[in-house]
């Protein structure tokens, strides 16, 4: 377990490694204790498929773009501002539109294949 002194008070995504996934998908990640923050920069017309996390509650917030999301079978449209929440075990997925968009997800407890 990590010690008090592990973790940072304040940061920004200046702060945190940058990391590419799927090709085009730019993530920074940042793990507390009991908490993980993913600040996800999606390119346009990208699509996630279904998948679901048996271990880890999840939330979203969408700062920027348009995103689409199907959580537990019933699909909304989200503008900036909004949330989604997967509970443990709600299949869910998303996808951009023609604008790119920017997401923070929220883990908890912490993902171990997401941890920085």
């Known amino acids: ?3 008090k ?7 920004n995504a200046s702060d945190l490694e940058p990391e590419t ?3 085009n998908v730019t993530r920074y990640i940042y793990t507390g204790k009991n ?3 993913v600040e996800y920069r999606f390119p346009p017309n ?7 996390h048996d271990e880890h509650e999840q939330m ?20 900036p501002g909004d949330y989604y929440h997967a509970q443990i075990g709600v299949v869910h997925n998303s996808w ?3 604008e790119p968009s920017v997401l923070l997800d929220f883990f908890s407890p912490p993902r171990d294949d997401l941890k920085k």
């Open 96 to 98: 951009t539109f023609d």
């Open 35 to 37: 908490l993980q923050v």
């Open 1 to 3: 377990m990590s010690k």
């Open 46 to 52: 990208k699509v996630f498929p279904e998948h679901k």
């Open 21 to 23: 996934v799927e090709g």
């Open 60 to 79: 979203g917030y969408l700062v920027s773009g348009k995103m689409g999301f199907k959580v537990g079978g019933v699909e909304k449209i989200l503008m």
């Open 5 to 11: 002194d592990d973790f940072k008070d304040f940061f």
